[in-house]
């Protein structure tokens, strides 16, 4: 059973850069057929997706938060993480990380997801 | 940008059914996902493909494409279904982005 567990800060400051670790266990992030995905959901509101990774590094990105993201994967830890720039209190939400099977170049769905973890942009 | 509509919620007595649509132009293209989220959990995948029910989730989950609109369909609804649903699919131009819908709130009466 795979299992997924976000990690990190949970209040950051405003201009400051938004930092996670997704840690992933029962299954190896190299497998294929797998991106491995950030999603992220405002309070009461619904769900957005930030972007994925390939085990590889590829990686792609909602156009919307494209300037400020940066999605990386540590395969020797078995982890992917997550860098948000420049966060403002717009940014404040639970962030999930999630693993993205594949069923096209250009399609996916979310079948494992870790428990989330809430992240308030604050001074 | 592309989009996917939802109603906002939907209410329904126990036992009876529960359809939940959800909208988008590119439908008839993409295959739709659908994921049930309780309070305070995190979402879970209850529909692939359209209409493909994943292992562990209940037989009374269904769903239906026709044209630009996919269904939901919860048969003899129990209060373990009152929960927030949103429906994915995949921008069919070719950038890769992931569009949810805007969820629809089930509630059980």
């Known amino acids: 059973q795979v299992q997924l567990q976000e990690s990190g800060p949970g209040l950051v400051k405003p201009s400051q850069t938004l930092s996670l670790t997704c840690t992933v266990s029962?299954?190896?992030?190299?497998?294929?057929?797998?991106?491995w995905s950030w999603i992220r959901q405002h309070p009461g509101k619904g769900l957005e997706w930030i972007g994925y990774?390939?085990?590889?590094?590829?990686?792609y990105y909602n156009p919307s938060l494209k300037s400020r993201v940066t999605i990386s994967v540590d395969t020797s830890k078995n982890q992917f993480s997550l860098k948000l720039s420049s966060v403002t209190a717009a940014d404040t939400a639970v962030y999930y990380c999630?693993?993205?099977?594949?069923?096209?170049?250009?399609?996916?769905?979310?079948?494992?997801w870790g428990q989330g973890t809430l992240v308030t942009v604050s001074s | 940008s592309y989009e996917l509509t939802q109603p906002p919620s939907v209410s329904v007595s126990p036992g009876q059914t529960a359809r939940i649509t959800c909208s988008g132009d590119?439908?008839?293209?993409?295959?739709a996902y659908w994921y049930q989220q309780r309070p305070g959990q995190a979402p879970v995948l209850v529909m692939y493909?359209?209409?493909e029910r994943p292992s562990g989730i209940p037989e009374r989950f269904s769903g239906s494409s026709s044209g630009t609109t996919v269904t939901l369909t919860i048969s003899g609804v129990q209060a373990e279904d009152e929960a927030d649903y949103y429906c994915?699919?995949?921008?069919?131009?070719?950038?890769?982005?992931?569009?949810f819908g805007g969820g629809t709130k089930l509630t059980v009466l």
């Open positions: 493909k359209d209409s």
């Open positions: 029962g299954g190896s992030i190299s497998s294929g057929s797998y991106y």
């Open positions: 999630a693993r993205a099977a594949m069923t096209t170049v250009t399609m996916c769905y979310f079948d494992y």
């Open positions: 994915q699919t995949a921008d069919s131009s070719g950038t890769y982005r992931v569009v």
């Open positions: 990774i390939y085990y590889s590094g590829s990686t």
């Open positions: 590119a439908l008839p293209k993409q295959y």
